[in-house]
């Protein structure tokens, strides 16, 4: 019996429960998984919310939470408000036409998400957005081929001068690289700011320059400052890609380093997305539009999905450390000590944080 990821045993069962309550035996015979393999995914996929159990006689059935999803939104969520709907609509609508008029272009996905988190912020309009990928993004997602259509309401005039003005600034932004990092210093996002350097440092030419390499650490560290600190697992993760690539900054030949700057990258950004679905999670409820169980059934599985990814990168990642040198470097040691610190700082404590302390304390001391 060929063995599943979990992923791919989590796909299976949810559609074995597309249609009726099934047993244990019935999906894993359907699944073609062992009796044991079944239940511990039943289980997991209970305590994320995604099936329920229920009984016949003695027999345990399973079948999928009934919840509401949406067609063209991330991840299914829900717009709730017939209100916010209506608005976004407006919003995209004339973001369009208004691109169009003002540039002879259409407008992208990058361009009318970011002028619709600017309105939504400037007008206090307090649509369903959250940080994700690539900054702010409106849980309906954009395309230019969809007939947003809306019915008038009392602020639409006000909107509408404000598209205006926040189009007459983006579109003076020719490349869509600039207008995400433009985005995310005017609305003073430290981590996204510090992940869009890390990228740009990154794509640079890897090689054995110590300030290079220190800014590129310093860069890493300032984002745990501003992860999300409501899931340890991410923080653990995220510092265990730290420590990895300062083994491999500092133990790989500049050529050996040239041929694993793909997978540092590639790792990266398995660990951004990570954090991005998580920071989506949090900013959407930070909004009041949804609680906790409404997006639990929506994002769980979606990060659990992308921790195995991470930790699949993480361990190709540590094969290369493990060809050079078997035993791990002070500074490794010295990163995991502090992550047990790091993981019980208090709010205020958080904001005392010092990337260059924790630099000098793993041995980046400039």
Same mark, same amino acid.
């Given at each position: ?73 991330? @991840? ?6 017939? #209100? ?5 609509? @407006?919003? &995209?609508?004339?973001?369009? &036409? ?41 849980? #309906? ?23 205006? #003005?926040?189009?007459?600034? &983006? ?42 390499? @220190? ?10 400052? +501003? ?13 265990? &890609? ?86 791990? +470097?002070? #500074? ?35």
């Amino acid at each position: 019996m060929t063995r599943k990821t979990t992923k791919q045993l989590v796909e299976t069962i949810k559609c074995s429960l597309s249609f009726e309550p099934r047993s244990i035996m019935e999906i894993a015979k359907e699944s073609k998984t062992d009796w044991t393999s079944t239940e511990k995914c039943l289980d997991l996929l209970k305590s994320l919310e995604i099936v329920v159990e229920t009984a016949d006689g003695n027999k345990r059935l399973f079948c999928l939470k009934k919840i509401q999803s949406q067609e063209h939104t991330w @991840f299914g969520i829900p717009i709730q408000l017939k #209100e916010d709907q209506n608005k976004i609509n @407006f919003i &995209y609508n004339k973001s369009i &036409y208004h691109w169009l008029k003002k540039t002879g272009r259409e407008i992208g996905k990058t361009q009318a998400n970011k002028v619709l988190a600017k309105v939504n912020k400037d007008c206090n309009l307090n649509l369903p957005v959250g940080w994700y990928l690539y900054g702010q993004m409106c849980v #309906e997602i954009f395309d230019l081929d969809t007939n947003y259509s809306f019915e008038n309401f009392a602020e639409a005039e006000v909107i509408e001068k404000k598209i205006i #003005e926040v189009i007459d600034v &983006y579109s003076k932004i020719k490349k869509v690289s600039d207008l995400k990092k433009y985005h995310y210093k005017e609305f003073d996002n430290i981590l996204y700011n510090a992940k869009e350097e890390i990228l740009s440092l990154g794509f640079s030419n890897f090689e054995k320059d110590d300030t290079q390499e @220190f800014n590129f650490i310093k860069r890493l560290l300032s984002m745990i400052e +501003s992860l999300p600190k409501t899931d340890e697992k991410i923080i653990e993760l995220f510092t265990e &890609y730290i420590g990895t690539t300062i083994q491999l900054l500092r133990k790989l030949t500049e050529e050996e380093l040239l041929m694993v700057k793909a997978d540092i990258l590639s790792s990266f950004n398995e660990v951004w997305k990570l954090i991005a679905i998580q920071e989506f999670y949090e900013s959407l409820l930070e909004t009041k539009k949804y609680t906790k169980d409404t997006l639990h059934p929506f994002l769980s599985v979606e990060i659990m999905y992308q921790k195995e990814e991470v930790i699949e990168w993480l361990s190709r990642l540590q094969g290369f450390v493990l060809l050079n040198d078997t035993v791990q +470097s002070p #500074e490794y040691n010295e990163l995991k000590r502090l992550q047990g610190s790091a993981k019980l700082l208090t709010e205020e404590e958080k904001r005392k944080v010092n990337s260059s302390d924790l630099l000098r304390q793993i041995g980046f001391d400039y």
